[in-house]
């Protein structure tokens, strides 16, 4: 289990900046990839931008070049940098743990882990 709690949220005006922060329970280096994803009302959830344990990073084509992921796993944290911020990247941002446990069966299980959401809002 890892509880994840989001921080950082807020209202910031169009071209604005936030940095978001995610900060779990316990330490991170077991975790495969960490994740941030949003859902704006109406609409399903989706992947904003992720960092695998090994540091490689993948991001949604509407944030490339605008948003940055980085994780410290001696603060067990992951972070959300988000500039030139649009009004359509209003949405809640969720932090996500995914984590893959190879049991002693050789069964392996997978677990994915979320916090509460922060909201985001950008004015225009």
């Known amino acids: 289990q890892v509880q994840l709690v989001e921080s950082g949220g807020g209202l910031v005006q169009t071209g604005g900046s936030l940095r978001l922060s995610c900060a779990a329970s316990?330490?991170?280096?077991?975790?495969?990839?960490m994740g941030w994803y949003r859902q704006a009302p109406g609409k399903q959830r989706e992947l904003v931008a992720r960092i695998t344990s090994g540091g490689n990073t993948n991001y949604a084509d509407s944030v490339k070049g605008r948003f940055i992921i980085s994780r410290d796993n001696a603060k067990n944290t992951v972070y959300l940098q988000m500039n030139s911020l649009k009004p359509e990247d209003t949405a809640v941002y969720y932090c996500?743990?995914?984590?893959?446990?190879?049991?002693?069966?050789?069964?392996?299980?997978?677990?994915?882990?979320w916090g509460q959401g922060t909201q985001v809002t950008v004015s225009s």
């Open positions: 316990r330490s991170i280096l077991s975790i495969n990839a």
């Open positions: 996500n743990a995914h984590e893959i446990v190879l049991a002693v069966s050789a069964r392996v299980y997978e677990y994915d882990y």
